[in-house]
């Protein structure tokens, strides 16, 4: 079977951008592949994370996983940094990677301009996502237009070690989400939807109540000719909508634009809000069942070690490839 390997980063209260952009499609990717679906906690300590709230924000992830419908049974759920091969073999991945690769990633760039003090490890976290993506022979990786670029330098590094050693890792294919990917601000649809934003408007977190989920699509840009149409080069606001209309409803766009058909904004926010609330008030019920759970504990044992399983016969033939001894 195909393998997918994927996560989400424990760095900040989720949004809806992660619903569509990762939830959403871990459930649906779950019955057509052997699934891995990891919390990277490594990568959110390139930066300073304050460890109350990494411990919370880990567990949190996960428990979203597990409410938005992704079955353990089906699907290996762990936590990154209870499998040590991801930092070992991140360590020999960079003795490949070249100094000019990764200074050319764009996200290093992006990120560094907003710290005062930048890691070493915030340079290097490519290589690490990198390890994250071979050590379990990904044949498929669920990217991002912002994720495309690491995901080559996976390639490259996969390839670079195969004819450099031997054959030993799997060359990963992305898998390109068409909807969803990349949701937009709601009170500007040239940005992703954040939570840095200081407009609490223009975000949706997946624990918002409904009633500020209302408030909130009441007050979402559109623009002036009240046609309920998608077409991102001319009515890019309106287009967002109906992204998240068609994500959340599970509907073609092109019913949406027919139904909605000469009915104005006003019917069409109205009802794209409650299509939201309708699908996020199940998972939020489920979150709270779990999230501080023992059941979360066992999951998260149970797959770290399914995890470990798989990831010490890839970190093992790449030390004995590299002709370093092993026993």
Not at 15 to 22: S, V
Not at 132 to 144: E, F, K, N, R
Not at 286 to 300: C, P
Request: hydrophobic content about 40%.
């Amino acid at each position: 079977m195909k393998r997918i390997l994927s996560g989400i980063k424990p760095s900040g209260d989720l949004n809806i951008g992660g619903y569509g952009g990762a939830l959403h499609q871990f459930v649906q990717l779950q019955h057509d592949y052997d699934c891995f679906f990891f919390v990277p906690d490594l990568h959110a300590v390139t930066v300073f994370q304050d460890p109350k709230e990494l411990h919370q924000r880990s567990r949190e992830i996960a428990a979203y996983y597990i409410a938005a419908g992704v079955d353990p049974a089906k699907a290996t759920i762990f936590l990154q940094s209870q499998v040590s091969a991801h930092t070992e073999l991140g360590w020999l991945l960079e003795t490949q990677a070249h100094f000019g690769e990764l200074n050319r990633m764009t996200q290093f760039k992006d990120k560094s301009s907003e710290q005062d003090v930048v890691s070493s490890a915030l340079f290097t976290y490519p290589v690490l996502m990198a390890a994250d993506i071979l050590l379990y022979q990904a044949t498929h990786v669920p990217v991002g237009e912002d994720q495309k670029q690491h995901l080559e330098l996976t390639r490259t590094l996969a390839e670079r070690f195969n004819n450099r050693y031997r054959k030993t890792f799997t060359v990963p294919e992305p898998v390109i989400q068409e909807l969803g990917s990349r949701i937009m601000s709601l009170d500007d649809p040239t940005k992703k939807m954040s939570k840095s934003n200081p407009n609490r408007s223009s975000y949706i977190l997946l624990q918002d109540s409904a009633d500020d989920i209302r408030k909130k699509l009441a007050r979402a840009v559109t623009d002036s000719d009240m046609q309920v149409r998608y077409d991102w080069d001319s009515k890019p606001a309106v287009s967002n909508l109906i992204e998240i209309y068609s994500i959340f409803s599970e509907e073609p766009i092109s019913e949406i634009e027919q139904r909605y058909q000469g009915q104005g904004y006003g019917t069409f926010k109205k009802e794209l809000a409650e299509v939201i609330v309708n699908r996020l008030t199940p998972i939020q019920t489920r979150f709270k069942e779990i999230a501080m759970s023992s059941e979360l504990d066992r999951i998260l044992q149970e797959g770290a070690e399914r995890a470990a399983e798989a990831a010490s016969k890839t970190l093992l033939a790449a030390k004995q490839a590299m002709g370093f001894v092993t026993f």
